[in-house]
């Protein structure tokens, strides 16, 4: 059977952090405050992953207060997720994401956090959809205040 997992994160702008999305580190003036990387990406694409099985929310699975998170690299986090769905014997599909953020420019960088995030899943390029849009200003991503990202996981588990 084919499963639907949605995921939505956000994060805020911190002075003296990088800046990481999907993986890539993208320069700009400030990085994402968090626990791990911040990778605002990594984290909407994994709890879509873990929506799609059924599976409570990466707070659950990859908790704060656990030293191991401290600095990891969130591709780690969504290369978990998709473990868990192949100890049920299953496999992802694809993921489409949207990356919300008036600054910085995005575009430049969506190819190479695509061949990140299918690396680490394990599957085609053209099954890893990341886009990026501004906010037209509005709201606290026009403010520059943080970034904001969403996520579908699509998953194939054997039929029980
Ligand atoms: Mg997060």
């Known amino acids: 059977m084919n499963l639907t997992g949605i995921g939505y994160d956000v994060h ?7 800046l990481i999305l999907g ?18 990406l990594c984290h909407a694409i994994a709890d879509a992953i873990l ?29 978990k997720a998709a473990e868990l769905v192949a100890a049920e ?32 899943l394990g599957i085609p390029v053209r099954r890893v959809g990341v886009k990026a849009t501004t906010n ?5 991503v026009g403010r520059r205040e943080g970034i904001a990202a969403m996520a579908t996981a699509s998953v194939e588990l054997p039929d029980q």
């Open 136 to 140: 037209e200003r509005l709201g606290f």
């Open 12 to 18: 805020r702008f911190a002075e003296g952090r990088p």
């Open 23 to 40: 993986g890539v580190e993208i320069p700009h003036s400030h990085g994402l405050d968090g626990h791990s990387d911040a990778d605002v």
């Open 51 to 79: 929506g799609a099985i059924g599976e409570r929310d990466i707070g659950h699975h990859f908790p704060n207060n656990d030293p191991a998170i401290r600095g990891m690299s969130s591709l780690e986090i969504v290369r």
């Open 89 to 120: 014997g299953g496999r992802v599909i694809n993921i489409d994401s949207s990356l919300m953020a008036e600054v910085p420019k995005i575009a430049p960088h969506l190819d190479a956090m695509k061949a990140n995030l299918a690396a680490t």
